[in-house]
């Protein structure tokens, strides 16, 4: 979040935790595609270290699609740009 200067937007994309079945899905599917195991960092904690770190969410939504689940969140950095 310190990358991100005062007035800048972040937009946070992962795969969904929950529910279970649809994470493990997810796993499945990024290991035959991408070879990748991945590994989750609770939408809670995110939501967390954005506000820890000034930011604010703007839109937090969840979407699935089949066995796909995912996490959206666009977050805005508190505070007026510098020129």
Do not use: F
Request: proline share 4%.
């Amino acid at each position: 979040m310190s990358k991100v200067k005062p007035g800048g937007t972040l937009v946070y994309k992962d795969m969904c935790l929950r529910p279970w079945w649809m994470a493990q899905a997810n796993r499945l599917q990024d290991l035959v595609v991408a070879r990748e195991w991945i590994n989750y960092a609770p939408i809670q904690s995110v939501e967390s270290w954005a506000a820890d770190g000034g930011m604010r969410i703007v839109l937090r939504e969840d979407h699935s699609r089949l066995w796909c689940g995912h996490e959206l969140r666009v977050m805005i950095k508190d505070g007026a740009a510098r020129a």
